[in-house]
């Protein structure tokens, strides 16, 4: 039994360790805004918080979940009003939307670090995140937006 | 919702909408609980409003007020959802904050839904606006007649009709009981409002959905869960029509959560929208299904495309534009006019195969019921997607229900239901409903490739630098070759793409296309073959300009000609095909071509930054009937480009929601970005190389420009494309960007290739 407290709610997981967060939130949990783009780490849409820390679901065992806490971004904000959230609708940065779970979840681990951050750092932290459509540089205003700067 | 009085009349047969047969009538809702959708969320279609009138089947309005209208075309990032419906409302006069949208199923009812072609907003947007026009009179017509006042004395505004001379106001939703009863009008007496009327259009409008696809509540093709789902993941033979010598089940059976494990029809020549074939793992979860096919020990029969081979395939290409090909376009005599040339400039490009990668890779779930089938897919073609499911179970289509859920991202891939077809028939296999999910490197691996091509040009100059002759030879697989056997040479609407209706103000011209089989699936990415034309020819002025010593704007402008209106005769074609669009309504107008490359060179200030050692490059081209001019500034970092600036000025006519427009030109440039530089699928004993994102590489956030310009031409002009037109000039104008960085022609994409 592994137990991880998932958005808030401590949960017992009955589940292979070895299964990858990714499909544990979405198969086991029915936690589908998490998505999965490529399976080997390389495109950042199926990325979560792990104790606070991005991590991608995608590789990651459940094992390494144990005890600690996940946030999805079912879980980023209970209304959908996160600064980044709010920026996001305001900017019409979706487009098919399909990465944007992914990037909101990369840019909110950077604004607690670096709540002012450049572009030079929002490049960094977002390098990982693809987005197909090509909605970066909206994402780059939006963070900005959601940052203040 | 029990319809009680049935199809009074087929009123957008009328219109001609793709000459289906359209139904409007009056429905009631029973009163009942509302059904709920498999995903939780309550059905729109199934509220417990007393009474509901229907304006099959786009708009609805019930007896509260409250109007629903269906976006029948595929939601893929283009924005359609949050343009088409609000245009419909606009011409009704409804308060958008009382409408809700509902994503319509694939049904002829709906006319054409495939959402291809760019051309949601260009074929439709007349058609959509008398519809809601009718169901406007409809309204107007009921109160009138109630109020016992002359229709032309009411107006339809802020949700309710309205009689100025009295002041009487009725809602929406009391009006729709009485429209109800009102005959429908002829299509002939449908008057559309005039445009200045329209409050919500051309300007920016909000994004509708973008609120849940930043809270992880938008549902894609993956995302619908069913009781008792399982889950396919299919090794797929690694080349076309190779198939399945052998296989060992038990390696997989063995792993925990794995249900079955079988072998999936093999497809026969033509590929179409055939599956390819394989052995499925249906499992409980994804993991399992995923754990189980890797387990899996599968010998395969490669079969005759095995030889096929990427560098070899090359030379192939360019021998075929190296000997004279079929003629498709010409005018004067060329072969004169090059041997009377002072000078003469020629080169060869070449652009590799190119694979969607949508962020979501394809996935379906199909629910076979015995003597039915459901469907739940991020598909452009529901109408195909149902038809396809219905040949391969042999159902009537009409007990065949394709939902659209939104896409991912498709790019062309999603036009192709194959995925959907392996759904179907894995859920029939399975007796459960079964989604099948890709993987990224199903995806890169088993596509329908953009073609790769060869283009050969060699042009002639008088003793002044003027242009008097110009050859053109291309060979590329064609997107036939996928729907019919035997194809060796390309389609007409293919080679209009640029080889036959590109602008030249040359007086000898002759294009030719040769021979190329294919020996992978073929299929439309994004602006098709614009990528590979604009690419060749924006190159290739280019080098004309460096020859002559002149600005390449200037050599671009001469090339395109005067501002004129061409017809076929002027291009050299019996024919042109002008995206299925007419000439007169549609015409390839130099003028507005003349205008973006002047725009886009203005904003740029192209003339003093060429001056103060800026590197810019600059290309033009015209495609889904939009004109698009883009100009690329490009710093070299390390011996590699980087685009710190771009310009781009788009003329698509009217524009219905700017906004969604600006951000198709911005994915544009970042989507062509990636092509130019990374962008290359390669094959070797008929397989596939690359298998994921480290090896088919996109543009990541670092590479796009922190300064990106977009302009839309303002135009009264019926609209043109959006999605796509914005694509095919972006990796000339970086090439030739790089050429004033380095000196360095690059004649082949990707870019890193050669750097
Ligand atoms: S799905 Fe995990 S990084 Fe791509
Ligand atoms: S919005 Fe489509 S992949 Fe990013």
Redesign the interface.
């Known amino acids: 039994m592994i137990t991880v407290t998932i958005n808030g709610k401590p949960q017992d997981l009955d589940v292979d360790p070895e299964m990858p967060i990714l499909w544990v939130l979405r198969d086991v949990l029915g936690l589908t805004g998490t998505k999965f783009g490529c399976g080997e780490a390389l495109c950042g849409a199926c990325t979560v918080h792990l104790d606070g820390d991005v991590i991608r679901s995608c590789v990651t065992p459940i094992r390494h979940a144990d005890g600690k806490k996940l946030t999805t971004i079912e879980g980023l904000s209970e209304a959908g009003d996160h600064p980044l959230q709010k920026a996001w609708v305001e900017l019409g940065v979706p487009q098919c939307g399909y990465c944007q779970s992914g990037q909101i979840m990369s840019a909110a681990a950077l604004l607690v670090k670096k709540p002012k951050p450049t572009d030079q750092e929002i490049d960094q932290s977002l390098a990982g995140n693809l987005c197909r459509c090509g909605t970066y540089i909206r994402i780059r205003a939006a963070v900005k937006k959601a940052a203040g700067v | 919702m029990a319809r009680i009085s049935l199809v009074r009349r087929s009123f957008l047969q009328a219109l001609g909408l793709g000459g289906a047969a359209f139904a409007l009538g009056i429905e009631h809702a029973e009163a009942g609980p509302p059904k709920a959708k498999p995903n939780g969320k309550v059905d729109p279609d199934a509220s417990t409003l007393a009474a509901v009138w229907v304006h099959h089947p786009f708009i609805a309005i019930a007896a509260n007020g409250a109007v629903t209208i269906a976006s029948h075309r595929a939601?893929?990032?283009?924005?359609v959802r949050s343009t088409l419906p609000v245009l419909m409302a606009d011409e009704l006069g409804a308060d958008m904050k009382q409408v809700s949208l509902r994503q319509a199923d694939g049904d002829e009812a709906y006319g054409d839904q495939s959402t291809d072609g760019s051309t949601s907003v260009r074929s439709h947007y007349e058609d959509l606006r008398k519809i809601a026009a009718t169901a406007r009179m409809m309204l107007i017509a009921g109160v009138a007649k109630k109020w016992k006042v002359e229709p032309s004395t009411c107006v339809a505004t802020h949700h309710a009709i309205n009689h100025p001379p009295s002041k009487r106001s009725m809602s929406f939703g009391e009006a729709s009981l009485l429209a109800a009863t009102m005959p429908v009008p002829d299509v002939k007496t449908v008057e559309l409002r005039p445009e200045s009327e329209l409050t919500s259009l051309f300007r920016d409008l909000?994004?509708l959905?973008?609120?849940?696809?930043?809270?992880?509540?938008?549902?894609?093709g993956?995302?619908i869960?069913l009781p008792g789902m399982l889950?396919a993941v299919i090794a797929r033979p690694p080349v076309v029509f190779g198939k399945v010598k052998s296989f060992d089940p038990a390696p997989a059976l063995a792993i925990?959560?794995v249900r079955k494990v079988v072998e999936m029809p093999a497809p026969k020549p033509p590929c179409h929208f055939q599956p390819l074939g394989g052995v499925a793992v249906i499992a409980e979860?994804?993991?399992s299904a995923?754990r189980g096919r890797r387990a899996l020990e599968i010998k395969w029969d490669d079969g005759d495309n095995r030889t096929y081979d990427s560098i070899a395939y090359r030379e192939t290409l360019l021998a075929s534009v190296r000997a004279k090909g079929e003629v498709v376009r010409k005018l004067g005599d060329v072969d004169a006019a090059l041997a009377a040339a002072k000078k003469k400039v020629e080169a060869e490009y070449v652009l590799p195969h190119l694979a969607h990668?949508?962020?979501?890779?394809p996935a379906c779930l199909a629910h076979f019921k015995g003597d039915s089938c459901e469907v739940w897919a991020p598909t452009q073609e529901p109408q195909d997607a149902r038809d396809e499911v219905a040949k391969a179970l042999g159902l009537d289509k009409k007990k065949v229900t394709v939902h659209m859920t939104?896409?991912?991202?498709?790019?062309g891939r999603k036009a192709k239901p194959d995925f959907i077809v392996e759904a179907a028939l894995l859920s029939k296999m399975a007796g459960a409903p079964v989604r099948v999910?890709w993987?990224?490197e199903d995806d890169i691996r088993h596509g329908y490739y953009h073609s790769t091509c060869a283009h050969r040009f060699s042009a002639g100059m008088d003793a002044t630098g003027k242009v008097t002759a110009w050859l053109h030879r291309c060979a590329f697989p064609s997107i036939s070759s996928t729907f019919a056997n035997g194809v060796t040479h390309a389609g007409a609407g293919e080679l209009q793409q640029g080889t036959t209706d590109f602008p030249l103000a040359v007086p000898n011209f002759r294009m030719e296309n040769g021979e190329a089989k294919a020996h992978v699936r073929i299929g439309w990415l994004r602006s098709v073959h614009n990528i590979n034309y604009a690419f060749a020819a924006g190159s290739f002025i280019d080098e004309l300009a460096v020859a002559r010593a002149a600005d390449p704007r200037d050599m671009l402008l001469e090339i395109v000609g005067p501002a004129r209106v061409l017809s076929a005769a002027d291009l050299g074609v019996a024919k042109a095909s002008n995206y299925g669009a007419p000439l007169d309504k549609h015409p390839i107008d130099t003028a507005r071509l003349r205008r973006v490359i002047e725009r886009v060179t203005e904003l740029a200030d192209w003339t003093s930054a060429r001056k103060s050692g800026r590197f810019l490059g600059l290309a033009a081209h015209r495609s889904f009937l939009s004109y698009v001019a883009v100009v690329m500034s490009v710093v070299m970092d390390g011996g590699k480009p980087r685009v710190d600036e771009a310009w781009i000025v788009a003329d698509a006519g009217k524009v219905l929601n700017h906004?969604?427009a600006r951000?198709?030109m911005?994915?544009?440039?970042?989507?062509g970005i990636?092509l130019a530089m990374h962008g290359a699928i390669t094959m070797k004993n008929g397989a596939v190389e690359q298998g994921?994102?480290?090896d088919y590489r996109?543009?990541?956030?670092?590479e796009?420009?922190?300064k990106?310009h977009i302009e839309l031409v303002k135009s009264d002009r019926p609209p043109g494309g959006i999605g796509e037109p914005g694509l095919p000039p972006v990796a000339p104008a970086l090439a030739n960007a790089v050429f004033a960085a380095t000196g360095k022609r690059i004649r082949e994409l990707p870019l890193m290739k050669s750097l």
Do not use: C
């Not at chain 2, 959905?209 to 894609?220: I, K």
């Open positions: 939601e893929m990032g283009q924005g909000p994004h959905d973008a609120f849940d696809m930043s809270t992880g509540r938008a549902q894609y993956a995302d869960r889950v925990k959560g979860n994804t993991w995923m990668a949508p962020m979501e890779p939104f896409l991912g991202g498709a790019f999910q993987t990224r906004d969604r951000a198709q911005e994915g544009a440039i970042i989507f990636g994921n994102f480290r996109i543009a990541r956030i670092g796009v420009p922190s990106l």
